[in-house]
């Protein structure tokens, strides 16, 4: 299967999913965390496109 012809497109570019990945990312050592639990259905959303 084709990367290009992806099953499910997001609202947002992979640029920008990739952006808001490296913030948590960032925050999350900022805060000493190595996990995040996202239960929030906006957040799951915000983060993933999902």
Do not use: H, V
Request: glycine share 4%; charged share 25%; with cysteine.
């Amino acid at each position: 299967m084709a990367d290009d012809n992806p099953i499910y497109t997001p609202p947002f570019s992979k640029a920008e999913y990739n952006r808001r990945l490296a913030e948590t990312k960032q925050r999350m050592a900022d805060a000493g965390f190595d996990l995040i639990i996202c239960q929030d259905p906006a957040n799951m959303s915000w983060l993933t496109g999902f």
